[in-house]
Nanobody, 126 residues
Framework: QVQLVESGGGLVQAGGSLRLSCVAS????????LGWFRQAPGKAREFVAG????????YYADSVKGRFTISRDNAKNTLYLQMNSLKPEDTAVYYC???????????????????WGQGTQVTVSS
C-alpha cells in the first residue's frame, strides 16, 4: 500500500516562506513523476509544480513561477516544495502526488497520478 504524507504547512504572513515535504512509503521514487497540487475553498484542484524522473525536468504554474521550487530526494523518498514570497492567494490545501514516469504525458494532468497525499493546509495572511 502506497502512502504519501505531507507536512510543513501552516500560517504565515504575506512575503514569508514555507517548505512542504511529502514522504512516500510502500514504494520508492524510482521511475516516478511527482507533482504538487493545491485546492482553495470553493475552487477546483490545480497544478502547482511537477518534477520528472527522466532528466529531472521541473514545471511550474505561471502563478508560482519564480517563487516556488520543487525538488526531490530519491534516496529519502521525499518530495519538497519551497515556497517563497507567499501571497494570500496561495492559501489552499496542498497535495503531493506520485505516478509512473511517462515522458510523453503532460505532468500537469491530475489523471496521470496514481496516489495522493491527504493534504496540508497553507494559510497566508495579508
Amino acid at each position: 500500500q502506497v502512502q504519501l504524507v505531507e507536512s510543513g504547512g501552516g500560517l504565515v504572513q504575506a512575503g514569508g516562506s514555507l517548505r512542504l515535504s511529502c514522504v512516500a512509503s510502500g514504494r520508492t521514487f524510482s521511475s516516478t513523476d511527482l507533482g504538487w497540487f493545491r485546492q482553495a475553498p470553493g475552487k477546483a484542484r490545480e497544478f502547482v509544480a511537477g518534477i520528472r524522473w527522466s532528466g529531472g525536468s521541473t514545471y511550474y504554474a505561471d502563478s508560482v513561477k519564480g517563487r516556488f521550487t520543487i525538488s526531490r530526494d530519491n534516496a529519502k523518498n521525499t518530495l519538497y516544495l519551497q515556497m517563497n514570497s507567499l501571497k494570500p492567494e496561495d492559501t489552499a490545501v496542498y497535495y503531493c502526488a506520485i505516478g509512473p514516469s511517462r515522458p510523453s504525458v503532460t505532468i500537469t494532468a491530475m489523471g496521470r497520478y496514481d496516489y495522493w497525499g491527504q493534504g496540508t493546509q497553507v494559510t497566508v495572511s495579508s
